[in-house]
């Protein structure tokens, strides 16, 4: 359940099939840094702190055409992927990227939005 100080800052959906039937659950990020899904009608809290402040942008994407993965971008300057189960799986700090690494220090990465790219 949402608390009082927590708003929904921005989210995404997964949409699985099961035989004739769709289900789609709805993935959340918040303003407190966390991780929600609404589910079944009700919402829960799938990983608290995620980031530390808001998450500016949430993506359920695939990697390599095998695996899905949910990534995570906030005002933390962090990105991160997590698997279908809300477990960490890599982050990148983007304040580290080389292409980055010459603007000022007081600069302040918040990514918006996200898109994944793979080339074979």
């Known amino acids: 359940m ?7 800052a921005c989210l995404n959906f997964i949409s699985n099939s099961y035989g004739t039937s769709i289900e789609s659950d709805i993935l ?3 303003n407190q840094g966390n991780i929600g899904l609404f589910i079944c009608g009700k ?3 799938v990983r608290e702190k995620a980031h530390k402040g808001n998450i500016n942008c949430l993506k359920v ?8 993965v949910l990534i995570t971008a906030g005002e933390d300057e962090m990105v991160r992927i997590w698997d279908t189960k809300v ?6 700090n983007i304040r580290q990227l080389t292409c980055l690494s010459s ?4 600069a302040n990465f918040q990514p918006q939005s996200l898109d994944l790219y793979h080339c074979n």
Not at 87 to 92: M, S, V
Not at 103 to 106: C, D, G, N, R, T
């Open 28 to 30: 959340t990020g918040d």
């Open 43 to 45: 919402f829960l809290t």
């Open 2 to 8: 949402l608390q009082h100080n927590e708003t929904i």
């Open 61 to 68: 994407g695939e990697l390599f055409k095998y695996k899905t």
């Open 103 to 106: 603007l000022p220090k007081h």
């Open 87 to 92: 477990n960490l799986i890599i982050e990148l």
